[in-house]
């Protein structure tokens, strides 16, 4: 396979916990320049993978090193503007959630991207944890799923996201969002939601029926208010129904006719290792391998149009 050359925008958390750990194990990536305003994180991040090419300036960068992709892993306040020049200049784009502060943002980079023939990716991770992957598959044996639900709740009642830029439902519980869209595998039919404000003048929960048009219901359930980090998913097809903690250390538990059935997210990934269990490692080399194969990843700009459609489809839509 053809070498992939990837330049990177970002010398942060994400990107050295589990972004960067994943390109470097790839034997058809080269990670051939790095791009931080900021020297400390730069030095730091270059050292540790082994990039010898570092830049301050993002156009230099692209410039010298001729990426065949980008990764752009900023704020969402600074997104746009990197995004959209690495589309123009036909440079293949990973970014991180949220995909934008609005939904017009994405819908912009998707012509972009689309214009320019490139692949676009949005790290939804939760899709590509190999637990939620491994019990969908399960489910799905036995038919369509036609209920579904995404739980996900934090004790951070007064969140506020890069100085409230952005809210809570777009930033951050966009996951569970996401999630549900995947798990409930069609177009959006309709939504009806119940938005609150618990212990802050934000609101911070956010619960959603949604129906597709696939037949099946999907559940949201979020709040920012409540004991603590809560993170479970629920996916049910006739006869068989599957309740899963996919955070590392957690388990799936599936019913069916043939009984009871657990598998542990370690069991699913073969390791205990965070950004593979959780879902980075495998949404990387989906990336890279939608590259060497021509196609549009799973969780492309243009599918996340959709997810971020549905955020505002449950503000539209709320009980008053």
């Not at 819908?107 to 190999?130: D, Y």
């Not at 777009?170 to 404000?197: K, P, Q, Y």
């Not at 006719?257 to 290792?273: F, L, M, P, R």
Request: glycine fraction near 8%; aromatic fraction near 8%; hydrophobic fraction near 40%.
């Amino acid at each position: 396979m053809n070498k992939i050359r990837i330049a990177l925008i970002g010398g942060g958390g994400m990107a050295n916990g589990v972004h960067y750990p994943s390109l470097a194990a790839f034997d058809d990536v080269e990670l051939v320049g790095l791009c931080d305003l900021v020297p400390s994180k730069l030095g730091a991040t270059a050292e540790r993978f082994q990039i010898e090419e570092t830049f301050t300036d993002y156009k230099q960068m692209l410039e010298a090193t001729s990426p065949d992709a980008v990764y752009i892993l900023m704020p969402p306040q600074h997104l746009f503007a990197p995004v959209v020049h690495c589309l123009s200049q036909g440079h293949h784009v990973f970014i991180e959630k949220p995909p934008g502060l609005t939904l017009h943002q994405i819908q912009e980079m998707t012509l972009v991207a689309e214009k320019h023939n490139c692949k676009t990716m949005v790290g939804f991770n939760r899709r590509f944890i190999p637990l939620m992957r491994q019990v969908k598959a399960i489910v799905e044996e036995k038919g369509p799923v036609i209920q579904c639900m995404s739980t996900f709740h934090k004790n951070t009642p007064d969140a506020l996201y890069y100085d409230g830029i952005i809210d809570v439902l777009t930033c951050d519980a966009i996951h569970a969002v996401d999630a549900l869209r995947w798990m409930g595998g069609g177009e959006v039919r309709g939504v009806a939601s119940d938005i609150n404000s618990f212990g802050s003048d934000r609101e911070n929960s956010f619960n959603a029926i949604v129906k597709f048009d696939s037949g099946a219901s999907g559940y949201l359930c979020t709040n920012w208010a409540v004991g603590g980090r809560i993170h479970i998913f629920e996916m049910h097809a006739f006869g068989i129904s599957a309740y899963i903690n996919p955070d590392v250390g957690g388990s799936a538990v599936i019913h069916s006719s043939e009984g009871v059935k657990a598998i542990t997210t370690v069991e699913a990934a073969g390791t205990d290792a965070n950004h593979k269990a959780y879902g980075f490692y495998g949404e990387n080399r989906h990336f890279v391998d939608c590259i060497q194969a021509d196609r549009q990843p799973d969780t492309c700009f243009a599918d996340a149009v959709k997810t971020m459609d549905l955020v505002q489809e449950i503000y539209r839509n709320r009980i008053d």
